[in-house]
């Protein structure tokens, strides 16, 4: 009887072990996940912050491009209206 109560108690004795050894790995688990989450959420950040100051660079080049188009515009609509006015060395 005592032999049967030594081996249940064996028994009960792996199962926790294994038990304790599943919970540390889950742990461990969490922990790497936690981890890469983390990770993640920097990285996203720095993309934000990235792909921002990518909008702001490419809105002022616009703007930029929109002004010489403006500018070449105007002077060759002036060139033609002084050339059809025949102001154009005399006035």
Not at 51 to 70: C, E, F, G, P, T
């Amino acid at each position: 009887k005592i032999q049967k109560v030594r081996g249940e108690i064996e028994e009960v004795k792996q199962v926790m072990t294994e038990n304790i050894e599943r919970i540390l790995d889950r742990g461990d688990k969490i922990d790497l996940l936690v981890d890469k989450s983390l990770n993640l959420n920097l990285q996203a950040s720095k993309f934000k912050k990235s792909s921002s100051q990518l909008q702001r660079k490419m809105w002022w080049n616009n703007v930029k491009l929109q002004a010489i188009i403006v500018c070449s515009v105007s002077v060759v609509f002036l060139v033609i209206i002084l050339g059809a006015t025949k102001c154009f060395g005399h006035c």
